[in-house]
């Protein structure tokens, strides 16, 4: 009953949390707030899959730009809906092109999205419509972003939690212990895989379209920051990407991290993360939390 | 204008079939997917810039030593941080993640480093920048340079893994790493060869870079995607692969740069990689598994 009861209280709590803080505390709540959604959307599928995806900003930014777009031509609603499926179309041509195939082929198509997005959106701005950079104009207060990444980031969590229990999630797991297994015993794995992966980058495309008014101005190098692909990997790894809380757990505090090191050592910065992705992978490769399970079980074996 | 086109793209082709080579190397042989690939010969680069504009010498003259340090910094980097991740994995599936992994956060630490040291503004130092005539067309001396130090490289490479001893333990680790210690081979020991000698050759391609084209600190994920594009292309660890592939990829881009657009360079490269993932996925030179 309790564990029924917890989340929605803690949500409440986190929703009413914005009333009583500074516009600077407001700044790293969304900042939380949206690191824990991209976190969590990205282990919805390299989590149980394995397949690590570097294209995280490739999603966020065209959802970004997508809005910075359309923001005059249409409603917010509309817009956010048109920024979603242009993710899931960019999904589904990356899916449908490499998660035929073995792993290390979809790594390096996702390594280079970014960029290759990044370039074919400044060339076509240059060159077509001869406006590089864009100013958004929304009604939307820093609170109202607040609470949709905070909608945003529940329905993710609560959606992987449905996907857990599902023959989906099943077959995500089979497919990330030994995908020969998972053929026979006849799981489709292209489209398992396909289905995952634009769910996850639908998420991760809402999430950069809700952030977008927090910048004002959207120009391409800025939208298409490659670090926010890379904290989000750190933050699901150090939580436990295979683990429902566990990209929420790694967010928070890393989220907090960053802010602070990037404020007190803003040339040392990249560095520092290097190292300390480095450290994850080595120490904790499974993740803090499945790490905790295992020290838990271990004393109560003993 | 097409023969132009053709040199250009050739002697382009070069440098990315020496960029390519080291990859296909580390990964083919040494089995680490290594992502922060185009960050090592970016270093390079920088090195061979730093050490005209400071104590005057050539790249030219610089090229052996940065080599040589690019195979010891490649045997250390192995020794610290490949070696682990391979003991942990015990030869399953899992090395592949991990050093995915790994070697993308040393990439973003490289970065750093080399934004720490170097700034993130764009170098460039043009040197040898004399017009010769090749074939009717005028190309820039630094680039015939580069594209002669690929095919002595790259011929050189060739030559030792079809016709010496130690090409042919290079060969059977990267054909059967699993059966390479029946026949008394150290796999360990060839692995942190190959991963070495990768990185030599991506030290020799940056410092080559250097001579005559523009980068910058943060430029690296370019150079690693292109020089994955063309492994992949060529084959997994097939020498004559990449450097055929690197050719073929200079002269896509070169055309397309010049009869299309030079802001399209990237969509060329990735619309070539799907056509090879769509068409060909085990590679252009590869043997069917």
């Known amino acids: ?302 | 204008m097409l023969t132009t086109t053709l040199i250009l793209g050739l002697v382009l082709g070069g440098t990315y079939a020496l960029l390519a080579l080291g990859l296909t190397l580390q990964y083919g042989i040494a089995r680490i997917m290594n992502l922060a690939y185009g960050e090592f010969a970016l270093a390079a680069a920088f090195l061979a810039v730093a050490l005209f504009q400071g104590i005057g010498l050539s790249p030219l003259l610089s090229l052996p030593g940065i080599a040589a340090a690019g195979y010891g910094a490649g045997w250390l980097l192995y020794q610290v941080m490949m070696r682990p991740l391979v003991a942990r994995s015990g030869g399953g599936g899992r090395l592949e993640t991990d050093s995915i992994l790994a070697t993308f956060g040393l990439l973003f630490l490289l970065q750093g480093g080399l934004l720490l040291a170097f700034g993130a503004d764009f170098t460039s130092i043009s040197h040898l920048e004399r017009g010769v005539d090749v074939f009717g067309v005028p190309v820039a001396a630094n680039r015939l340079i580069a594209f002669a130090i690929c095919v002595l490289a790259g011929g050189a490479l060739v030559a030792a893994l079809r016709f010496t001893r130690w090409g042919l333990a290079m060969r059977a680790v990267a054909l059967a790493p699993g059966s390479a210690p029946l026949v008394g081979i150290d796999v360990n020991r060839v692995a942190r060869q190959g991963f070495a000698l990768g990185a030599a050759l991506a030290a020799t391609a940056g410092a080559s870079i250097s001579m005559y084209q523009t980068f910058s600190a943060t430029g690296g994920v370019v150079f690693t995607m292109k020089a994955l594009v063309i492994v992949i292309m060529g084959g997994v660890g097939n020498v004559p692969g990449a450097l055929a592939a690197g050719f073929a990829l200079g002269l896509i881009e070169t055309f397309v740069a010049t009869a299309i657009d030079p802001g399209l360079t990237l969509a060329a490269t990735f619309a070539l990689f799907l056509g090879v993932l769509l068409w060909r996925p085990q590679g252009l030179f590869g043997a069917r598994t």
Request: glycine content about 8%; some cysteine.
């Open chain 1, 1 to 302: 009953m309790i564990r029924l009861l917890l989340p929605p209280a803690a949500l409440a709590l986190l929703a009413v949390w914005p009333m009583m803080v500074s516009d600077y505390g407001l700044g790293l709540l969304i900042g939380a707030a949206t690191y824990v959604t991209l976190a969590s959307a990205w282990a919805l599928f390299s989590g149980q899959t394995h397949y690590v995806s570097l294209a995280t900003v490739a999603f966020y930014g065209t959802g970004a730009y997508a809005v910075a777009v359309l923001n005059e031509a249409l409603p917010y609603p509309a817009v956010l809906l048109c920024a979603a499926l242009a993710g899931a179309a960019m999904a589904l041509a990356v899916g449908l092109s490499t998660l035929r195939l073995r792993g290390v082929y979809f790594v390096i198509f996702s390594f280079g999205l970014a960029e290759l997005v990044r370039q074919l959106i400044t060339w076509y701005e240059v060159n077509v419509t001869g406006t590089l950079g864009r100013y958004i104009f929304l009604d939307v207060t820093a609170r109202g972003i607040y609470w949709q990444m905070l909608a945003l980031g529940a329905a993710t969590i609560a959606l992987t939690a449905w996907i857990n229990r599902s023959r989906l999630g099943m077959a995500l797991r089979v497919i990330g212990d030994d995908e020969e297994v998972a053929a026979h015993s006849g799981i489709n794995l292209a489209r398992t895989k396909l289905a995952a992966f634009v769910l996850s980058a639908v998420i991760l495309t809402l999430a950069g379209a809700i952030t977008s008014p927090r910048y004002v101005y959207v120009e391409p190098s800025i939208v298409f920051n490659p670090t926010v692909s890379f904290l989000t990997v750190i933050m699901a790894l150090l939580g436990g990407a295979n683990r429902l809380w566990g990209p929420a757990l790694g967010a928070v505090p890393l989220f907090l991290a960053f802010e602070w090191l990037s404020a007190h050592f803003p040339d040392t910065y990249p560095v520092l993360l290097g190292l300390l992705f480095i450290g994850v992978v080595f120490l904790v490769p499974q993740g803090i939390l499945p790490a905790a399970e295992r020290l838990m079980r271990r004393r109560a074996g003993a």
